[in-house]
């Protein structure tokens, strides 16, 4: 079946900082591509995604590529905030019997200095 | 807008003891999920429902059971709890079950099983 393979955390950067969060994912077909973001004690929400290939998805400030030739949607961040500190999901659609489902990485812990 | 809806936040349960997890949806969407989240793993999908009427065995069902009482409310049951099953659970929901369509999550139940 699909997987996703995000980089292990945590990741910790000062405020301003560059922010890149590896993740590649192995799948049959084409799915579509999504990172979700979870803070504190809440639920995962929504972060970006991108449904086919070289498609850019953006939100808040992040961006990722999704990139069909190297297998990878990496997420970036030009300049990140005390506030974005959270677990960040990358995951991807697997087609079920009825109807699809997301598979998720293990999850990336960011936490960021002032 | 409340979306989705989880009863309870928090339980302990005894081992053997059983308990049914309530997810509710304000948002007349189509498709809903039982998620559970356990440290290093990432999101796993326990049970899920297509549509109303129907629900289907995700990766790892054995030790639940669900209902799709309606539209609105999908619960996730546990007949004899086990200390296996602490982690914390996530009910989600998508307009439907194409590939393009992410989900919206619950803030979750968090059980232990003792």
């Known amino acids: ?19 890149t969060i590896n993740c590649t994912y192995t799948a049959t077909g084409y799915p579509s591509l999504f990172w979700y973001v979870q803070y504190p004690g809440e639920g995962l929400q929504l972060l970006l995604k991108a449904t086919k290939a070289d498609d850019k998805g953006s939100n ?5 590529t999704y990139r069909k030739e190297t297998t990878s949607f990496h997420l970036e961040k030009g300049s990140v905030q005390v ?3 959270a677990v960040y999901f990358c995951a991807l659609t697997q087609h079920m019997e009825y109807g699809n489902k997301l598979v998720f990485g293990a999850g990336t812990i960011l936490r960021v200095k002032s | 807008n409340a979306g989705v809806t989880q009863t309870p936040k928090f339980q302990v349960l005894k081992t053997g003891q059983s308990m049914t997890l309530q997810c ?10 039982w998620y559970r989240q356990d440290p ?6 326990i049970y899920y429902s297509a549509s109303e009427g129907t629900t289907d065995k995700g990766e790892v069902p054995n030790g639940y059971n669900v209902s799709r009482l309606n539209k609105r409310e999908f619960s996730l049951r546990l007949e004899s709890a086990a200390p296996s099953q602490t982690s914390v659970y996530f009910c989600a929901s998508s307009v439907g079950h194409s590939s393009n369509y992410g989900y919206t999550f619950g803030s979750g139940t968090r059980l232990t099983v003792v």
Do not use: I
């Open chain 1, 1 to 19: 079946g699909n997987s996703v393979t995000q980089m292990e955390g945590p990741v910790t950067l000062s405020e301003e900082a560059f922010l």
């Open chain 1, 60 to 64: 808040k400030g992040f961006e990722a």
């Open chain 1, 83 to 85: 506030s974005d500190s």
């Open chain 2, 24 to 33: 509710a949806q304000d948002m007349n969407h189509n498709s809903m999920y």
């Open chain 2, 40 to 45: 290093g793993m990432g999101l796993r999908l």
